[in-house]
């Protein structure tokens, strides 16, 4: 199964050709809250691992190495514009 990813500088390329980033959690905890180790930890640590889409961090690593978010459908592994939308 083959995942063309578009970057926003480069246009549509090979999957091969970014390196994943992981889930988008969403702003990193506050600096009150980065003092309990828990939090902190769940921040790293847990993923949700969605099947179905899931809004992800690449980067273009043998491109421009620019890093930006992509909404993937984990179980047919194609790019969506937004959840709910089309393919790509």
Known sequence: MSLTI???LCGNRNGYEF???GEDKGPRPGDTEM???KIWCDYVH???CK???QKEWWCHKDGC???F???R???KNNQRSREGDSEI
């Open 6 to 8: 578009t970057c926003p």
């Open 19 to 21: 390196r994943f980033g």
């Open 35 to 37: 003092s309990d180790p």
């Open 46 to 48: 847990m993923n949700e």
């Open 51 to 53: 099947a179905g889409i």
């Open 65 to 67: 190495g620019t890093w």
């Open 69 to 71: 978010c992509i909404n």
């Open 73 to 75: 459908d984990t179980l």
